[in-house]
């Protein structure tokens, strides 16, 4: 490979070519430099900055080469159709047979926002205006109009389309007190890419400042957009959702604010009439599922939706924990190269990564619902116990539960009413009682003006009328506040501390301090619990580390004074709350029962679903009923796979043979070098798949299915002549010594070998 176009004085073998780029797909954070300088110490050379430089520029021309090879081979097998590749992307996911059962929610993926791999905005130095302030510089961005192959990306024009006029527009369609508006409600504020001002700022140093790609349950990917000089943005999933929606249909989408997400595309215009006759469905992923309180969790976390399975809708998190390592050869990258590098990466992941391991993740998922089924007989030692008789009861339970936290949703309008005018008869009471104090103060008696004592007793008079002044304003300002109250509430008598009204809403208002201080206690507790998993994270830096843990023990700190104060207004309430202590806390934190420690306008203490074994079983019902549409789903996928692997196979060798035989060994080799490409590790999965068979419950099928894409049949071969048949020859054998014919030595063996190996092509085959 020529560094140059014409004179050439330098060249690079396609192996090294090749070498690095296998050795950066799999260590995405080896970049050009470190690989040139150990060509150098190879060939025991000086290092140069131009030969990073005529390295890169060869190794753009071997990518494209290689892009247009793939692109010939495509075109040849007659995929080169708008979005093939996002239709065939995942084979258990969209590789349907023939007479399959259908099952709700057939198609599950997963978006979220990424936002290492960035990238530095190229600028000038700072410049001032008129004025002195600093103005960012001009960009000096290199032009380069290339385009990076492929149809992983969707156009930046396309994402614009859905930015804020879509959301102005959403926001006109608005009706408030709709059934939609309370999904979610109170998710909001636990999450910086829900509120408008984290989510609308734009970052000065970079211009793609992460990306945002989709992902099926297999952790296939479909397609990705940049986020471009701003944070998490709604455009960028709603470009996406519209491009899934449009393409593949019916699609139930994890995000980790499903909740919100959901209904605000129900809502958008454009996107209302797509999720219209596709069964949309946003729901929210299993870990980020802590941080949403308990009755959006149990409308949208995946345990309680019925055909889910036991996903856990977290497959961007596992992906980013591996892209991740490309950011340290594209941060300084221009905007092509970054954009090469990612796309040639995903399709490493896709193709060797995902595709590899395939078949242990179904076996894995496979496993654990058999794992999960095998608890039945403990849920019914505990239902017994429990004296629950059916597990229908556990229903009618869930939707008490629904019933209970809808009722502490939002306090009536005449009770915060009634609080807010305890509060002010309070307020007036205690200004009144300081007003009397003051006007109860006598005025000093003031001197004659040539007496030495005259300006400090006038200083203390005014003094004292600017208190009363001050006094008489308050209180007058708190009388109109209460006036006003009592004419909202319908007029009345004042209350008093002996009256009825004003104990009960005194208790009213010690209730609210109880749940707001439990609302705070609970923030800073989830905010804690996703510390701690950020510390254990892998790719986790030593100084991030050391910054985490100063945060842990200042949060640490924050969560011992709001456990005190919760316990103060815990200890406030009439009967006393039991105190909590920090283990409780934690529990809490991952059992998502803070909700249940809410007063309600009902004692829920003696019902079932509220004790801890009663929720327990709940739960485990769930699983059990989750773990059953799990093998559902995989019994389905399975065959997929299977027939999937069988027809791509006969597919690529009949179209191998075809090119041979028109004289186009070039691109038959090229056809030979794609089938290569996954099919060394048909054999992996097959052997996995057969071991999941002789697992005891296993109820899916091995045997090769009829697909419904018919893009992939091959004619069958031309019928055989008698005349063509070869007569084998007989096989020789020795005469023996009672009359036989004596089999030649080793024969036994032979059949032995033959059939073992006979086996071995069967269940390839299978």
Same mark, same amino acid.
């Given at each position: 490979m020529p560094v140059a176009a014409l004179f050439a004085s330098v060249v690079i073998t396609v192996r090294a070519l090749e070498l690095f780029r296998v050795l950066q797909l799999c260590c995405p954070r080896m970049g050009i430099q470190p690989f040139v300088r150990a060509l150098c110490d190879i060939h025991s050379i000086a290092p140069r900055p131009y030969l990073s430089t005529q390295f890169s520029i060869t190794y753009d021309v071997y990518l494209a080469i290689l892009a247009n090879v793939d692109a010939r081979v495509q075109a040849a097998l007659g995929r080169d159709t708008p979005n093939w590749r996002l239709k065939n992307a995942c084979p258990a996911c969209m590789?349907?047979?023939?007479?399959?059962?259908?099952?709700?929610?057939?198609?599950?993926?997963?978006?979220?926002?990424?936002?290492?791999?960035?990238?530095?905005?190229?600028?000038?130095?700072?410049?001032?205006?008129?004025?002195?302030?600093?103005?960012?510089?001009?960009?000096?961005?290199?032009?380069?109009?290339?385009?990076?192959?492929?149809?992983?990306?969707?156009?930046?024009?396309?994402?614009?389309?859905?930015?804020?006029?879509?959301?102005?527009?959403?926001?006109?369609?608005?009706?408030?007190?709709?059934?939609?508006?309370?999904?979610?409600?109170?998710?909001?504020?636990?999450?910086?890419?829900?509120?408008?001002?984290?989510?609308?700022?734009?970052?000065?140093?970079?211009?793609?400042?992460?990306?945002?790609?989709?992902?099926?349950?297999?952790?296939?990917?479909?397609?990705?957009?940049?986020?471009?000089?701003?944070?998490?943005?709604?455009?960028?999933?709603?470009?996406?959702?519209?491009?899934?929606?449009?393409?593949?249909?019916?699609?139930?989408?994890?995000?980790?604010?499903?909740?919100?997400?959901?209904?605000?595309?129900?809502?958008?215009?454009?996107?209302?009439?797509?999720?219209?006759?596709?069964?949309?469905?946003?729901?929210?992923?299993?870990?980020?599922?802590?941080?949403?309180?308990?009755?959006?969790?149990?409308?949208?976390?995946?345990?309680?939706?019925?055909?889910?399975?036991?996903?856990?809708?977290?497959?961007?998190?596992?992906?980013?924990?591996?892209?991740?390592?490309?950011?340290?050869?594209?941060?300084?990258?221009?905007?092509?190269?970054?954009?090469?590098?990612?796309?040639?990466?995903?399709?490493?992941?896709?193709?060797?990564?995902?595709?590899?391991?395939?078949?242990?993740?179904?076996?894995?998922?496979?496993?654990?619902a058999l794992k999960i089924k095998g #608890? $039945?007989?403990?849920? !019914?030692?505990?239902?017994?116990? /429990? @004296?629950?008789?059916? =597990?229908? &009861?556990? %229903?009618?339970?869930?939707?008490?539960?629904?019933?209970?936290?809808?009722?502490?949703?939002?306090?009536?309008?005449?009770?915060?009413?009634?609080?807010?005018?305890?509060?002010?008869?309070?307020?007036?009471?205690?200004?009144?009682?300081?007003?009397?104090?003051?006007?109860?103060?006598?005025?000093?008696?003031?001197?004659?003006?040539?007496?030495?004592?005259?300006?400090?007793?006038?200083?203390?008079?005014?003094?004292?009328?600017?208190?009363?002044?001050?006094?008489?304003?308050?209180?007058?300002? #708190? $009388?109109?506040?209460? !006036?006003?109250?009592?004419?909202? /509430? @319908?007029?009345?008598? =004042?209350? &008093?501390? %002996?009256?009825?009204e004003w104990v009960k809403a005194a208790a009213m208002l010690r209730n609210r301090r109880y749940q707001r201080a439990l609302d705070e206690l609970e923030g800073l507790v989830v905010a804690r619990m996703f510390e701690l998993s950020k510390v254990n994270m892998s790719d986790t830096g030593y100084k991030l580390r050391k910054h985490i843990a100063k945060a842990l023990q200042a949060r640490s700190k924050g969560v011992k004074s709001a456990l005190d104060t919760y316990n103060t207004a815990a200890a406030a309430l009439s009967p006393p709350r039991t105190p909590l202590t920090w283990d409780q806390i934690v529990d809490y934190a991952f059992l998502s029962d803070f909700d249940l420690l809410r007063e309600g306008r009902e004692d829920i203490c003696d019902e079932p679903w509220a004790q801890p074994g009663g929720r327990l079983a709940m739960d485990q019902h769930f699983k059990l009923l989750r773990a059953d549409e799990e093998i559902a789903r995989l019994n389905l996928e399975i065959p997929r796979f299977i027939t999937y692997m069988a027809d791509e196979e006969a597919f690529l060798i009949h179209h191998e043979g075809r090119l041979r035989d028109n004289g186009n060994t070039v691109l038959a080799h090229q056809v030979w070098l794609q089938r290569r490409e996954r099919g060394r590790f048909h054999a992996l999965h097959m052997d996995r798949l057969v071991k999941l068979s002789k697992e005891p419950g296993f109820t899916a099928s091995l045997l090769r299915g009829v697909s419904v894409n018919k893009e992939r049949e091959v004619p069958a071969p031309p019928a055989r002549n008698e005349d063509d048949d070869v007569e084998m020859p007989a096989a020789t054998s020795a005469p023996r010594e009672d009359g036989g014919e004596e089999e030649e030595d080793g024969g036994d063996g032979d059949v032995d070998v033959v059939a073992d190996a006979l086996e071995h092509i069967l269940r390839i085959t299978a």
């Open positions: 590789y349907k047979l023939e007479g399959e059962v259908p099952i709700p929610l057939p198609f599950l993926a997963t978006i979220d926002g990424n936002n290492s791999l960035k990238r530095f905005w190229r600028r000038e130095r700072e410049e001032f205006d008129a004025d002195g302030k600093s103005v960012p510089g001009a960009s000096k961005e290199r032009l380069d109009n290339r385009v990076t192959p492929g149809d992983y990306y969707l156009p930046r024009d396309e994402v614009d389309k859905w930015s804020k006029e879509g959301l102005e527009e959403l926001m006109r369609g608005f009706v408030p007190g709709s059934e939609v508006e309370d999904e979610g409600e109170g998710c909001t504020e636990r999450w910086q890419n829900m509120k408008e001002d984290m989510t609308a700022c734009v970052y000065g140093m970079y211009d793609e400042t992460g990306i945002f790609p989709a992902l099926c349950r297999h952790g296939f990917l479909l397609v990705v957009v940049d986020m471009v000089k701003s944070g998490e943005l709604a455009k960028y999933g709603f470009a996406v959702t519209a491009h899934l929606l449009r393409v593949l249909g019916e699609l139930g989408l994890g995000y980790d604010i499903g909740c919100k997400y959901g209904k605000m595309v129900r809502m958008h215009p454009a996107l209302s009439s797509l999720t219209a006759g596709n069964n949309f469905r946003s729901l929210v992923g299993a870990f980020h599922g802590h941080a949403h309180n308990r009755q959006c969790q149990l409308s949208n976390l995946a345990t309680y939706v019925s055909g889910m399975g036991l996903e856990d809708l977290e497959g961007c998190e596992k992906y980013f924990s591996q892209s991740n390592g490309l950011a340290a050869t594209t941060r300084y990258a221009t905007a092509f190269h970054r954009q090469q590098a990612i796309t040639t990466y995903m399709k490493h992941a896709d193709t060797v990564g995902a595709y590899q391991g395939l078949s242990l993740l179904l076996a894995s998922k496979y496993r654990r #608890t $039945l007989p403990l849920l !019914q030692q505990t239902m017994a116990s /429990l @004296g629950v008789e059916t =597990r229908s &009861v556990f %229903e009618t339970w869930l939707q008490k539960e629904k019933v209970y936290l809808a009722s502490l949703k939002k306090e009536p309008a005449h009770e915060t009413l009634q609080m807010e005018y305890y509060q002010k008869l309070v307020n007036l009471r205690d200004h009144q009682e300081r007003l009397d104090a003051i006007m109860g103060v006598e005025t000093p008696f003031i001197p004659a003006p040539q007496d030495a004592t005259y300006a400090q007793a006038a200083a203390q008079t005014r003094r004292i009328e600017m208190q009363r002044r001050h006094a008489t304003e308050i209180r007058d300002k #708190t $009388l109109a506040g209460v !006036q006003d109250l009592e004419i909202r /509430l @319908g007029g009345g008598p =004042r209350w &008093v501390p %002996e009256d009825e």
